[in-house]
């Protein structure tokens, strides 16, 4: 099975910029749909962009979409979320995820493999 450990988190001033990684061990990586997910202090953990294994359909939360990016390679194992324009409203502790199904999915509980997780911070 697949571990994940992202990095890449931070303190940004709205408006600025930060790009997380993903990186994945394992050689089943490219099995996996990936997903980002973030969680906010008494908020559920919400989606915010998904990817399929082959690296084409990308799909984003309406609250980012034309912010963020989500992209991975295949070479180093790794998805990148970058993100750009933050908001305070985008704080939250970011979460990388794998998901072996057919249909990339938009929901936490689908998801079979999680990293630990990365604080991003925007101040305002």
């Known amino acids: 099975q697949v571990q994940l450990v992202e990095s890449g988190g931070g303190l940004v001033q709205a408006g600025g910029s930060l790009r997380l990684s993903c990186a994945a061990s394992?050689?089943?990586?490219?099995?996996?749909?990936m997903g980002w997910f973030r969680q906010a202090p008494g908020r559920e953990r919400e989606f915010v962009a998904g990817?399929?294994?082959?690296?084409?359909?990308?799909y984003y939360a309406e609250s980012v979409k034309g912010r963020f990016t989500i992209s991975r390679d295949a070479a180093k194992n790794t998805v990148y979320l970058q993100m750009n324009t933050l908001r305070p409203e985008d704080t939250a502790v970011y979460y990388c995820?794998?998901?072996?199904?057919?249909?990339?999915?938009?929901?936490?509980?689908?998801?079979?493999?999680w990293g630990q997780g990365t604080q991003v911070t925007v101040s305002s």
């Open positions: 995820a794998a998901e072996a199904g057919v249909i990339l999915t938009t929901r936490p509980s689908r998801y079979d493999v």
């Open positions: 394992g050689r089943t990586f490219s099995t996996y749909n």
């Open positions: 990817i399929t294994r082959t690296g084409g359909s990308p």
